[in-house]
């Protein structure tokens, strides 16, 4: 594990939150309910990530190991115990362990910087890639 690994819990989704990119959120089942409020007692972010296996409610789904820090902008108490929110994308991370200490999941997330993701192309393919796409523009 890294040395700025760091504990975020995790709200797993069947969407990708980007950086910069707000989403609203409606937060229903109970450990979720308990997730935010402990994120706006603390005003701490807390990790959006795509679901792999499983399923958006009942038992804890199998998350990606990318995904992106969310910071809650603006809630909305319901009284049937319901919260509406809206995030904002931060940061992106990597799940480097799953704790699974509370109802909801945890884990230690590493933040990610852009020259991380980015692919290495070798010289070769580029040029490869460059020459089809020449080649197709030349026949449409």
Known sequence: MSRSAKILPLFPLNIVLFPNEVIPLQIFEPRYRLMIQTCLAGDSDFG???IKSGTE?????????????AKILETNNLKDGRIFIS???TERFVIE?????????EAYVSQLR????EP????????????????HVRLN
Request: aromatic share 4%; hydrophobic share 35%; glycine share 6%.
């Open 48 to 50: 959006v990530v795509l």
């Open 57 to 69: 409610t009942g038992e804890p789904a199998e998350p990606y190991r990318i995904g992106t820090s």
């Open 87 to 89: 995030v904002r994308g």
């Open 97 to 105: 362990r799953i704790t699974n200490q509370k109802p909801y999941i």
């Open 114 to 117: 852009d020259h991380d993701c």
């Open 120 to 135: 290495q192309i070798s010289n070769d393919l580029l040029i490869s890639v460059r020459e089809a796409a020449i080649k």
